[in-house]
């Protein structure tokens, strides 16, 4: 697996850990716990835009975790490389009509 990009160290690891498994320094205060990336059945639920979108408004406004912040301040290049990552951690599994799909 890839080393995490920089902009998921400071923003995404202390909930969901540095390898993405939803184990974080924070996670233990956490209920819900932060999603574990590495579900195989979730990476396959979820598309690509859907990701974008839940880190861009948080948590809250998708109906997850309201602790999950939005990013509005993300650029596109960041947010492709925290997408990326978290579909490193998955084993790169996409969804069924995602671009990337099949």
Request: glycine share 10%; hydrophobic share 30%.
């Amino acid at each position: 697996m890839p080393e995490p990009p920089w902009v998921y160290v400071q923003q995404c690891s202390s909930c969901h850990g540095a390898s993405g498994h939803g184990d974080g320094q924070a996670a233990r205060l956490l209920n819900p716990k932060p999603r574990d990336f590495s579900d195989e059945d979730w990476q396959r639920s979820v598309s690509d835009a859907q990701l974008r979108h839940t880190i861009q408004v948080g948590g809250e406004a998708v109906r997850l975790n309201p602790a999950m912040p939005s990013h509005l301040d993300l650029s596109e290049d960041q947010l492709t490389q925290l997408i990326a990552y978290i579909r490193s951690v998955g084993g790169i599994v996409r969804p069924k009509g995602s671009p990337s799909g099949s």
